[in-house]
């Protein structure tokens, strides 16, 4: 089956800079690359995906990128915000399954 | 527009007692269930999911179950609460494969 592995578990950065989150995957079948950020007591939300069709896809201060080649994926928030502290995770769809891999999360602090 | 109502939000229960906890999808039909825990600090773990009425494949064996009563309604029980069952329970919908989760917003068990 798919593994997910999301690096780095925790990551701490002054307001203002940037932030980049990183996953790889390991089923080439995987089509689908939500990321969801889930704030302390709440579900997560989903904020960005990429198809495997599309190398990058940005909105705003979040940027996607996918590297299909390297079965990799990253999260980048520019300009951080104490409101992008959060735990995030990245997922991987293997392509006609009904369920997805997550990440084992990644908890953002932006330090005012 | 498509919402997701999950109740309650928190739960202290005695252990040896029984659990429901219910999910509600609106403003779609036929859609992807699912039951998801999480423990302090920790990822997301899938319990159940659900393609259609009636259809539940469990991820883990314990002591829980799921069933799927109607088409909109996902319900997570338990005859008899143990300690580790307590965690933050999250329940999801999508549209079909490769699709992007939505979580409700979960409801907090504390087993005691």
């Known amino acids: 089956g798919e593994n997910v592995e999301q690096h780095p578990s925790t990551l701490s950065v002054q307001e203002g800079d940037s932030a980049v989150i990183k996953c790889t995957y390991s089923d080439s079948a995987s089509n689908y690359f939500p990321w969801y950020k889930q704030e302390l007591g709440k579900g997560p939300q989903l904020i960005i995906d990429i198809r495997s069709n599309v190398g990058e896809k940005k909105d705003q201060r979040i940027a996607v990128t996918l590297n299909k080649t390297a079965k990799h994926f990253s999260l980048h928030i520019t300009e951080t915000q104490p409101e992008d502290s959060a735990v995030y995770f990245c997922?991987?769809?293997?392509?006609?399954?009904?369920?997805?891999?997550f990440g084992t999360g990644t908890k953002l602090q932006v330090i005012p | 527009s498509q919402t997701i109502h999950q109740w309650p939000a928190t739960l202290v229960q005695p252990v040896g007692s029984p659990l429901s906890l219910e999910c509600t999808v609106e403003g779609t039909s036929n859609p992807n269930l699912y039951w998801y825990r999480q423990a302090a600090g920790r990822g997301l773990q899938l319990l159940f999911y659900?393609?259609?009425?009636?259809?539940i494949s469990s991820e883990v064996p314990q002591n829980l179950s799921a069933s799927r009563p109607q088409d909109r309604q996902f319900i997570l029980s338990s005859k008899k609460l143990l300690l580790s069952d307590s965690g933050f329970y999250l329940c999801a919908w999508s549209a079909g494969p490769n699709y992007g989760y939505t979580f409700g917003s979960g409801t907090r068990l504390t087993v005691v």
């Open positions: 659900s393609v259609g009425i009636g259809q």
């Open positions: 997922a991987a769809f293997p392509g006609g399954y009904q369920k997805v891999t």
